[in-house]
């Protein structure tokens, strides 16, 4: 069974702090994982992805994959309003099958 | 401009009817997707399709059909089999093999009257 769990929250930090999102996969099958944002009402947008162990950063956000955990997490440092939304995480298997968990909502409070 | 194009952006049905979304890409990608979204949830698969003429159930097929005869083109039928069809309705396409990230239309809200 390919599913990939999130905690759907809500997570709410205040403005400026980090903000951490957590993913768990079942297949370890899983080749890559992806990061997408989704305000409301709107479609998802890519934040990031990451295939190797270890950590990938890319300006203020930092993923972070355990493959022997079969966990992936996303950092969002110096949070801003602007950064409340959902944040899905998905897995990709071998052929092209894309799978998503159910999304956390994040809220950062002024 | 590439992208995917979803069409309408907002369908009504009668119950009893069935009904086509439409999913247009220009970016040349093999790979595309179709899934639902529920309010407060995440996205589940309904189908997905690699190459023309070939198509993979996802997690909720049923009550749905699709095709796949061009490339740019991966239509979703809505049929009167599916109980429950009122959701946000998403399309995807990525290019083929891992690593590779899904871009998205901007969806079509299905809503039974």
């Not at chain 2, 009167?80 to 069809?85: E, F, H």
Request: contains cysteine; glycine residues 8%.
């Amino acid at each position: 069974q390919k599913e990939v769990e999130q905690n759907s929250g809500p997570l709410s930090v205040p403005e400026g702090a980090i903000a951490s999102l957590n993913c768990t996969y079942s297949d370890r099958g899983s080749q890559s994982f992806f990061w997408y944002r989704q305000y409301s009402g709107k479609s998802p947008e890519l934040i990031m992805f990451i295939y190797s162990n270890g950590d990938k950063e890319d300006g203020r956000f930092t993923a972070q994959l355990n493959k022997a955990s079969q966990y992936v997490s996303l950092l969002i440092r110096d949070s801003q309003p602007s950064d409340s939304a959902t944040y899905l995480c998905a897995g990709q298997y071998n052929n092209n099958d894309m799978r998503f968990g159910a999304g956390t909502r994040l809220t950062v409070k002024p | 401009d590439g992208g995917i194009t979803q069409s309408p952006k907002y369908l009504f049905r009668k119950e009893g009817q069935n009904v086509t979304l439409s999913c247009e890409q220009n970016l040349n990608h093999d790979a595309m997707y179709w899934y639902r979204q529920d309010p407060g949830q995440g996205l589940r698969l309904i189908y997905y399709s690699q190459i023309v003429n070939d198509f993979q159930k996802g997690d909720i097929a049923e009550g749905y059909s699709v095709s796949r005869e061009k490339k740019e083109s991966f239509p979703l039928t809505v049929t009167s089999a599916q109980k429950n069809p009122t959701a946000f309705y998403l399309c995807a396409s990525s290019i083929q093999g891992p690593w590779t990230e899904a871009f998205f239309g901007q969806g079509t809200r299905l809503t039974v009257v």
